[in-house]
């Protein structure tokens, strides 16, 4: 899908997520907690409240979503490899503050089960700005970043292309 949606003329970058990090925060509480390694074995099973996304490489590039530390993740992030993670600002700022959050461990928890399920840690190999919402005023929430390919069952919702040219054109084309 990112090779055909690539080669349309007038794409210049295209990215896979299985959700977009432009609604910001909602009404709704957050599914998951994030949860550090240090806090973790300190007994702080609170974790932060954010948004877990899974995306592909390029996502950040393609929607222009500064890399502030470290760095993007690759095609060779696989199921077999090494777990790997980004995470926002907001959530660097929140579990590791005023510390290089790059290869620390992060995990995303769901928040209905609490702590009962195994629990997959991650390294964090880079952090991104937040995010401004778009249609909310609440602001973004601390979000974490998961490799597309490294998910067991990976779900894509959408494909983000940044284009060149007319997009009344460029869509269709797309599509």
């Not at 794409?11 to 909602?26: C, E, K, R, T």
């Not at 597309?148 to 069952?153: N, Y």
Request: charged fraction near 20%; hydrophobic fraction near 40%.
């Amino acid at each position: 899908l990112l090779d055909r949606t690539g080669a349309v003329p007038g794409v210049a970058n295209v990215a896979l997520a299985n959700s977009l990090p432009l609604g910001g925060a909602s009404d709704y509480p957050p599914e998951y907690l994030m949860v550090s390694y240090e806090g973790f074995l300190a007994g702080d099973r609170t974790g932060v409240a954010g948004d877990r996304r899974s995306v592909s490489p390029g996502l950040f590039g393609t929607m222009n979503i500064p890399l502030t530390a470290g760095g993007d993740f690759h095609e060779r992030d696989s199921y077999t490899n090494r777990k790997v993670a980004i995470v926002s600002s907001a959530l660097a700022g929140r579990l590791w503050p005023g510390r290089d959050p790059v290869g620390r461990q992060v995990a995303a928890v769901f928040a209905w089960n609490g702590f009962k399920d195994r629990i997959d840690w991650f390294e964090v190999i880079g952090v991104v700005s937040d995010v401004s919402p778009i249609l909310h005023e609440k602001g973004s929430r601390p979000a974490v970043y998961f490799a597309l390919s490294q998910e067991w069952r990976p779900s894509v919702n959408y494909v983000i292309a940044r284009g060149q040219g007319d997009s009344r054109t460029l869509f269709p084309a797309i599509k």
